[in-house]
């Protein structure tokens, strides 16, 4: 630091005042592209995201609104039968091979050895229009393309 103070004092007036300038701005530059920039960068960035977060808020809200109003309109049948002649009837028509059948109280548990996935889908929507909720599952692919195995899938009535 001695060689630097012995060194400015030995240059001209003229010298100096370009060190002390130079110094000034490079202070200024660092401060600049070091600190303020990243930070306003960094704020607008989440702005932005803000922004966003709120657009999908909104659309949530009103998707949730829709989906109440379709929930109360939809027309859901309940049926008087048991679980387990609904299930019967409804895997022959779709000719779902089931594995097991378990009736747990009001609920009942099915098994599937391997199934074609599209098949259980539509499967399920039948189900659903007649008054059946998934209330859990347990759904694993298979070695064969296309093919899923459910171990688990407890039905209720709605």
């Known amino acids: ?19 002390i300038v130079a110094a000034a701005v490079a202070v200024i530059g660092i401060f600049y592209f070091a600190i303020w920039s990243p930070l306003t960068s960094a704020l607008e960035t989440q702005r932005l995201a803000l922004n966003s977060e709120k657009q999908l808020l909104t659309w949530v809200n009103e998707q949730s ?18 679980l387990t ?10 000719n779902i091979p089931v594995a097991r059948m378990q009736p747990q109280g009001e609920e009942l548990v099915v098994s599937l050895d391997q199934v074609v996935f599209n098949d259980f889908l539509r499967w399920l929507n039948v189900l659903e229009k007649r008054g059946v909720v998934i209330l859990q599952s347990d759904v694993s692919e298979v070695d064969e393309q296309g093919f899923v195995q459910v171990r688990r899938l407890q039905l209720g009535k709605s």
Do not use: C, P
């Not at 630097?4 to 240059?11: E, N, R, Y």
């Not at 609104?65 to 048991?82: D, E, H, M, P």
């Open 65 to 82: 609104g829709r989906a109440i109003v379709l929930r109360q309109s939809s027309n859901k049948t309940s049926f008087n039968g048991s």
């Open 1 to 19: 630091m001695d060689k630097l103070k012995a060194w400015f004092v030995s240059i001209s007036a003229r010298e100096q005042k370009l060190v």
């Open 85 to 94: 002649q609904v299930v019967n009837q409804t895997t022959r028509s779709a």
